[in-house]
């Protein structure tokens, strides 16, 4: 039914058309294309949208500077903030001129970027410099990594119809999106990291990479993934550092579970010598499993399958007795007032 449907450039009610599903999921595709590219940011073209954002805050045009990565960005950002709000300092120019001069001098051909980037940091701007580094997510803003927003507010705009007073100003917050990822905006400046050189994804469009880096920028920055779980580099690069023990009393439970699910729960089980408790005949409601911890002694865990096929353990209390029971403690419920739930995520 597409009686009820209202399209003006003011308004836009009563749900859409076929034609319009269609071209959204277009629109995403071509968002999402934007979002996981691994080309270098071009700067000519990202340097306007920046200025355009400070002007549409009534601030004078910032000092814009690329750097090569978000954790160079952060540093960057750090030594510059220090500097600057010293008094009797250089000029915001010739600021920005050194730390950019200096942090692009280090080399990263080897390991150890980041302590590399905390001592030119230091250098530069003392103690203060890391002080101003460890504020930048007050300042920052995601740039193409926040773009679910403006996959929508643009779909509206060019799909839908609406022609709103706001769409003037908008446009420099969506060409920044386009143009270039994290950034940091101080009154004088803004740095913005670049694009990375490698960004490997599953079938989901979540970041992950089983053998290497899911994100590595020109600097050999990198961070590691698992569907959609950032992990630490050994579960990856070194996975038989990575124990069973290590595995499944990992204090984040979605690392905990992605921890699982690398070293496999055959291997798990085998290395922790798990002794199974009971075991329910639905698969989510899971086994209530006994194992002794190096160090720490006998824990019980819940196995349980989730509603996206994936295995993952729990820690439950001591005096649960069933897969059930357990289970039901998990929601903060007693077994006779549980209720199986139809979906599990």
Known sequence: ???????????????????????????????????????????????????????????????????KSPI???????????????????????????????FNAVDTSS????????????????????????????VYQGGAYWAQYDVYLTAMRDVIGLRLPEHENYKYWEEAAIHGTFRVM????CIVSDFPQVLKIDDQNQAHSQNGPSHRWSDGWSLYHWHGVSVPEHWIMDTKSLSAKEAITWQNIEQ????CEILGWAKILAELDAKVIDTDGDPEIGELLE???PDIGTEKFLRVKCGTGREFALPVPPDMKTALQANAWTFGMDTNEFVIPEVRT
């Open 72 to 102: 160079q960005m952060v540093f960057m950002y750090g030594a510059a903030a220090a500097l600057l709000s010293k008094k009797n300092t250089q000029d915001a120019q010739t600021v920005m001129n050194t730390v950019t001069e200096a």
């Open 256 to 259: 905990r579970r992605a921890a």
């Open 186 to 189: 101080h009154e004088k400046f």
């Open 1 to 67: 039914m597409t009686n009820n449907i209202v399209r003006t450039p003011t308004k836009a009610s009563g749900g859409i058309t076929e034609e319009e599903k269609v071209l959204l999921k277009e629109h995403t595709d071509k968002w999402i294309k934007m979002i996981l590219r691994t080309t270098l940011t071009d700067f000519t073209k990202l340097k306007p949208a920046i200025e355009g954002l400070y002007a549409a805050a009534d601030l004078a045009n910032p000092i814009v500077v690329l750097a």
């Open 291 to 293: 194992v002794t911890l």
């Open 111 to 138: 390991d150890g970027v980041v302590s590399k980037y905390v001592e030119v940091c230091k250098k530069l701007a003392g103690k203060k410099g890391i002080t101003e580094a460890k504020q930048w997510s007050n």
